[in-house]
Structure formats: C-alpha cells, structure tokens
C-alpha cells in the first residue's frame, strides 16, 4: 500500500552502485521497500491533525512564534488491484470550519510516462478544479492544504523518476539504517522542486525514519522526520511525520489521529462525486468510520 505517510520509491538505475555487506544493492533495498508496503494493505483510512507555525531556534530547540494553523483531515486511499499499482485517494478537510469541505481526489499512477491526475473541490464555489501536473509544484498549486508539505511530498514517487545509490549504513535514532540517495531523472527534474532527496531507512521494518530534500541548486531546505512509530494490524506506521522548511522557517506536524487498513472502499467513493455530493459522501465515511482506531 503506498501510503501518503509513507513514501514508496523502488528502482535504481546504475548497476554500478553500491552494495551492503550482505550483497544487497540499492536497487534490491527499494524493491524489498516497495513490496513490504504493497503487501500490508489494499486500502486505509485515517484521520489526521496537521498543525503549521513559524519559529525560531533558541538554545537549540525550535519555538513557535505564531498561532499554530490547524487542519484536520480526513484520508481515505485504495490501491487499484493485484495487477495494477495505481493508488487512488481522497483528501477531506473537516476543520478549520470556514475549509470545511475542501478536498482533493488523487489518481497516483506507477508509470512514469503518466502523470498523476489531482482534482480539488473549494466548497466556498462549489466549483471542482483540475491540478495541472506541471503546477503541482508551484507557490500556488504546490501546498497540500496551505501546509509545509507540498503535493509532491504526499503522493508516492514513481519507480522510474529516480536513480538511487546506496550511501552508507549506520544507527539513527537507535535503529540500523540503509541511508540512500535519490535523484530525479532529467525528465523528473522538470516537475520536481527537488534536485536530490536522502533517505533514512529502518532496516528491520522497512520503513522511512528521515528525508533531506534539496532543491535544485544543491541546498538543503526541508527535513521530515517521523516518530511514534507503531504495528497496527500487522503493519509498521509513523504516526507523526514532521516538515521542516528550513528557509521559510515553517514547521507542519502531521498526526495520525485514527487509521484502519484493509477495510471495504467503494470503487465509486474514489470520484469526483464524493468531493460534490456532500449527502453520498458522508453516508460512505459514516461506514469506513466504524473502522478507525
């Protein structure tokens, strides 16, 4: 299940990389990474606090300088079958009241020569409008809810978009870590804000721990980092991920207030039906509720 917390990346291009002690290359840590994550689920739902501020540093730690903005979301994903690793989702906003009923449905399709399709409704114009891919990553289109985390950052990445390359192993947060290095391909490279992202893998639950994006001029300006890393339902979650603008000074943290996996999603609740009809919509989530612990 490629999750929006969890980031699925699984091919590298270079034979020549690196390989760890125990022969494995990258290219064979990326795959093993993406299988573990199919294989979990078929679908979840989760509701999650997204919380945004400004801050400063003082004395080494990080403190808020502003009201934090509060969104909660409601996710509901759905990977497309056995023979297809398309992921589709949808993004409800139910508080802030004054977005209540803004949403985004997401078509997150494995091939590289496809780009992803992203619909949002803005309940204020009852108005339905498509995301150019190309703007995903823009000032304008490429927030996802006015948070630290952009579009880009919530979607899975596509196995072909990256070469990777095995950079060490080594203990993070008292935990063995693959740490791996990604770069877009030139096509990529076009869309992307990134230029080379660093991953922190968990060796033992394959599951990402850290990331350094950079953007195109080498410079590094966001960190996610997760935590509260638990099994639910036989599967590894982070149920806090943190987004860290160093330019900006802009910090979102993300909570996993409620999840489920495995449960019943209505091949039809994955429309642009469920972002206008409100009386549809609420009778399917009413249903998926029960589920969420």
């Keep these: 299940m490629k999750t929006k917390i969890n980031i699925i990346v699984s091919l590298i291009s270079s034979l020549a990389l690196s390989f760890n002690l125990s022969g494995q290359s990258a290219r064979d840590i990326m795959i093993k990474f993406d299988k573990v994550s199919k294989d979990a689920s078929f679908s979840i739902i989760e509701e999650m606090k997204l919380s945004t501020c400004k801050y400063i540093v003082q004395q080494g730690k990080m403190h808020a300088t502003e009201v934090p903005r509060i969104n909660v979301l409601e996710v509901v994903a759905k990977d497309a079958g056995i023979d297809n690793n398309d992921t589709y989702s949808v993004s409800i906003v139910m508080e802030p009241t004054r977005d209540k009923g803004i949403s985004m449905l997401t078509y997150d399709y494995a091939s590289p020569a496809k780009d992803n399709d992203n619909w949002l409704y803005l309940s204020a114009l009852g108005k339905v409008k498509r995301m150019v891919s190309s703007n995903e990553t823009s000032d304008e289109g490429g927030s996802?809810?006015?948070?630290?985390?952009?579009?880009?950052?919530?979607?899975?990445?596509?196995?072909?978009?990256?070469?990777?390359?095995?950079?060490?192993?080594?203990?993070?947060?008292?935990?063995?870590?693959?740490?791996?290095?990604?770069?877009?391909?030139?096509?990529?490279?076009?869309?992307?804000?990134y230029g080379k992202v660093m991953l922190w893998i968990d060796k033992e639950r394959y599951i990402i721990l850290k990331q350094d994006l950079y953007d195109r001029n080498g410079i590094l300006f966001k960190q996610l980092t997760t935590s509260n890393i638990v099994q639910i339902s036989n599967v590894w979650v982070a149920r806090k991920a943190e987004m860290n603008n160093l330019l900006t000074r802009r910090v979102t943290s993300m909570e996993l207030t409620a999840i489920a996996y495995n449960t019943e999603v209505p091949n039809e609740f994955l429309t642009q039906r469920t972002l206008t009809d409100f009386a549809f919509r609420e009778k399917t989530l009413g249903k998926l509720r029960t589920y969420l612990k």
């Design 144 to 193: 996802f809810f006015g948070t630290e985390f952009s579009v880009e950052d919530v979607v899975s990445r596509k196995i072909d978009d990256y070469t990777y390359k095995l950079m060490e192993q080594v203990t993070y947060a008292t935990r063995p870590v693959w740490v791996i290095e990604l770069i877009p391909t030139p096509e990529r490279t076009k869309k992307s804000k």
